[in-house]
């Protein structure tokens, strides 16, 4: 007989035993938490939600971003470092 699964949380070893049913789950009624010793640990959800909470649009390179934050009236010049004495 199978066991009740509380809505949308199953424990490790029953979503592993039960897989499909955990796949199934995800795409018809919605994101399926997967938990590891009483803790959520993971959550199975369809492609379609995975895709609606990922950006679309690729992030700026790193220059643009920095060019982006307007740092042009900071100081960024540092003293010279010519190292310590240290007795061999």
Not at 51 to 65: G, I, M, N
Request: proline letters at 6%; zero cysteines.
């Amino acid at each position: 007989m199978a066991k009740a699964i509380p809505q949308g949380r199953w424990k490790l070893e029953d979503a592993k035993a039960r897989f499909s049913e955990v796949v199934r789950h995800a795409r018809t009624v919605g994101p399926q938490r997967v938990s590891v010793r009483g803790h959520d640990a993971v959550v199975v959800m369809s492609v379609e939600e995975f895709e609606r909470l990922v950006p679309q649009e690729p992030q700026a390179p790193f220059v643009e971003f920095m060019e982006s934050l307007h740092l042009d009236g900071l100081n960024l010049a540092r003293e010279a470092d010519f190292g310590r004495d240290v007795e061999l």
